[in-house]
T-cell receptor
Framework: RKEVEQDPGPFNVPEGATVAFNCTYS??????FFWYRQDCRKEPKLLMS???SGNEDGRFTAQLNRASQYISLLIRDSKLSDSATYLC????????????FGRGTSLIVHP | DAGITQSPRYKITETGRQVTLMCHQT?????MFWYRQDLGHGLRLIYY???????DKGEVPDGYVVSRSKTENFPLTLESATRSQTSVYFC?????????FGPGTRLLVL
């Protein structure tokens, strides 16, 4: 299994829809996980952290499933401005916190 | 302004030439990183640095050289550019577990 795997999509959803992405990881010792957002031709920016208890920020909910080794990102009431690529980040195997980025999941929200 | 800057933002060069991409941060973060981003591969780590004068290889270091004589600067050099090094290059620094990225350098090697 690759260190981090994501479905590249694109996920094409109408405004107002609820959409969820998953990200699987191979390092069972990983403690910290993150979701980053990347707009077209721009730099990635931190969206939210994912810890054992999960995390919710407005319309966004991130959860961790250690048993199955995946994290998820749920977006409720999708907006046109949510269109972007969502990158999953997990620590690289073997020690100090060096992040490994997934290839990203593309989301397109249409009117 | 505080943050991470990269220069140049766009660069066209020819095969075999040496190219240096600059990265400067104003926060004094210890860790800095260089990534390349290509379609189908996502972000791949080239080199990283834990502090001044400490650097280490990432996933795809071949053909690249880095240095970190000062905490705030982390230049990336392509010693002899190849077409396969055409990419978007992002520099980042880390505060705790959060990474902050520069705006990227788009490099085209002809």
């Amino acid at each position: 299994r690759k260190e981090v795997e994501q479905d590249p999509g694109p996920f094409n959803v109408p405004e107002g829809a609820t959409v969820a992405f998953n990200c699987t990881y191979s390092n069972s010792a990983s403690q910290s996980f993150f979701w980053y957002r990347q707009d077209c031709r721009k730099e990635p920016k931190l969206l939210m952290s994912v810890y054992s208890s999960g995390n919710e920020d407005g319309r966004f909910t991130a959860q961790l499933n250690r048993a199955s080794q995946y994290i998820s990102l749920l977006i409720r009431d999708s907006k046109l401005s949510d269109s972007a690529t969502y990158l999953c980040v997990v620590p690289r195997s073997g020690g100090s916190y060096i992040p490994t980025f997934g290839r990203g999941t593309s989301l397109i929200v249409h009117p | 302004d505080a943050g991470i800057t990269q220069s140049p933002r766009y660069k066209i060069t020819e095969t075999g030439r040496q190219v240096t991409l600059m990265c400067h941060q104003t926060w004094s973060h210890s860790y800095m990183f260089w990534y390349r981003q290509d379609l189908g591969h996502g972000l791949r780590l080239i080199y990283y640095s834990a502090a001044a004068d400490i650097t280490d290889k990432g996933e795809v270091p071949d053909g690249y050289v880095v240095s970190r004589s000062k905490t705030e600067n982390f230049p990336l050099t392509l010693e002899s550019a190849t077409r396969s090094q055409t990419s978007v290059y992002f520099c980042a620094s880390r505060d705790g577990e959060t990474q902050y990225f520069g705006p990227g350098t788009r490099l085209l090697v002809l």
